[in-house]
C-alpha cells in the first residue's frame, strides 16, 4: 500500500483541484480523502509520499515519441526512451512507426509489444499507413490493429497521393483507430529543418516554407470531414495552419492537432544561437507563428501538447546544416516548458494545461487513463510547479540534443507513479 499525503491533486477530466490523501493498492486508486483523516492505515502503509506544496495529477500522456528500435539503437532504445519519459512524468507514450525495419508487419510490431511489455510505464506502438512508408500502398491495417497498433501514422514522411489518404482514412474509420499526419509537402521545401526566410539564409541554407505545411494541414483536414475518420494533425508550426485548423473543426468533430513545446517556446532566431540543436522537422518559425500556436492551444484548436521526442546521436548533431538530421529531444524538458511558457504568463490555466498532456490524449486513443479516480488506474505524476531549475546536459534519454540545455526552467517533476509502482524518484 502507498500512500500520498497532503497534495494537491490537480485532475482536468472531473475537474478536481484540492488538497487530499491518496491511497493506492496495487496498480488502483483505492481512496481519495481528505487530508489526515486516515493516520491510522497511513501507520499501516508499506511507503508514504508527502506531497505538501506539490501537484499531483495524471500520469502524462505523449502521443508522439521516437524510440529509434528497431534499426537506430545507438540514438535511443525502448529501455532508455521509457527511463526518459518516467524522468519527465510520462505514464504512457505511443512510438511513431518509423523504425528499420518500418513498423508495417506483423513480426516487427509483434517485437515492439513484446518489448514494451517488459517496460516501467505504458509504452504503445502506432503502425505505418503505407507499405514502407512509400505512399502507394496500404499495409494490413485489420491484421495490425489486432496485433496491438493504437493508431496508424507515416510520421516523418507525407504522404503525397490524395487517394492514398482518402483510403486510408476510410480503413481508419471502419476500424475506429486515428491517424497521424507529418504535414509537409516536399515539393515546396528547398531544404527542411529550418523556417525558409533571413534565418535560413544566414545559415546558408534554402529552408521550409509554411505553405509547405499548409496545403496539407487543409487536403487532410478536408478529407477527415470527407470520411469522418478521426486525425491528429502532428506538430504544427505554423499560424496559418492553426488558423486552417480552427476553421476545420468547426465543421467535424474528427479533427485533431499537437503542438510541441519548441514550437511554442522558441523562434526561428534559436537556430542562430543553438545550431543543428533547433532543427527540427517542421521547423520553428516566427514570433508570430508562435504567438498563434499559443492562441491555439488556448482556444482547443489544438488538443494535445506532444514533443515529438526525436533523440539523434551527439556526432550526427555536430554535422553542418544542410546534413545534421532534424530533431530533438522532449521528455526530460516538455512538463516545464509549459509550466514556464503558458502556466506562468497565464496563457493557461494549469488545469487546461495538464489536460492536452492527460484526458485529451486518452480520449483519441481510447485509452483508460488520464485521469485520478477511485478505481481507476495508479498512473500518477507528483510535480513542484514553483522549482526553478537548470536544464542540464544528461538525460535519462541516450541522447542529449535539446536546444534547451542551460535554460533556466520552472515546474520540476519529483516521483512518477505507474501501475502503482514509482518508476522515477527525483
Known sequence: ??????????????????????????????????????????READEIIDAAGLIVAPGLIDVHVHFREPGFTYKEDVATGAAA???????????????????????????LRERAAGMPIHVLNTAAITKGFGGTELTDMISLKALGAVGFTDDGVPIKDTSIVMEAMKMAKALDVPLSFHEEDPALIGSFGVNQGPVSTAVGVEG??????????????????????????????????????RAMKALGKNIHAEATPQHFSLTEEAVLAKGTLAKVNPPIRTEEDRQEIIHGLMDDTIDFIATDHAPHSGEEKA?????????????????????THLVKPGYLSLSHFLE???????????LDAGYVAVGGKADLVIFDENETWTVGEHFASKASNSPFIGERLQGKVKFTICDGKIVYEY
Open 356 to 366: 492536452k498532456l492527460t484526458t485529451n490524449p486518452a480520449n483519441l486513443y481510447h
Open 85 to 111: 519519459a518516467a524522468a519527465g512524468g510520462y505514464t504512457t507514450v505511443i512510438c511513431m512507426a518509423n523504425t528499420k525495419p518500418v513498423v508495417d508487419n506483423e513480426e516487427t510490431l509483434t517485437y
Open 1 to 42: 500500500m502507498l500512500w500520498i499525503k497532503n497534495g494537491r491533486l490537480v485532475d482536468p477530466k472531473s475537474q478536481t483541484d484540492k488538497i487530499c490523501d491518496i491511497c493506492i493498492e496495487r496498480d488502483r486508486i483505492a481512496g481519495i480523502i481528505p487530508p489526515g483523516s486516515a493516520e491510522q492505515k497511513h
Open 319 to 339: 554535422r553542418d546544416m544542410k546534413n545534421a538530421p532534424s530533431g530533438m529531444i522532449g521528455l526530460e524538458t516538455a512538463l516545464a516548458l509549459g509550466i
Open 208 to 245: 521550409a516554407p509554411a505553405v509547405a505545411e499548409d496545403v496539407l494541414v487543409a487536403r487532410d483536414c478536408a478529407l477527415a470531414l470527407s470520411t469522418g475518420a478521426s486525425i491528429d494533425i502532428q506538430h504544427i508550426s505554423s499560424g496559418t495552419s492553426v488558423a486552417i485548423v
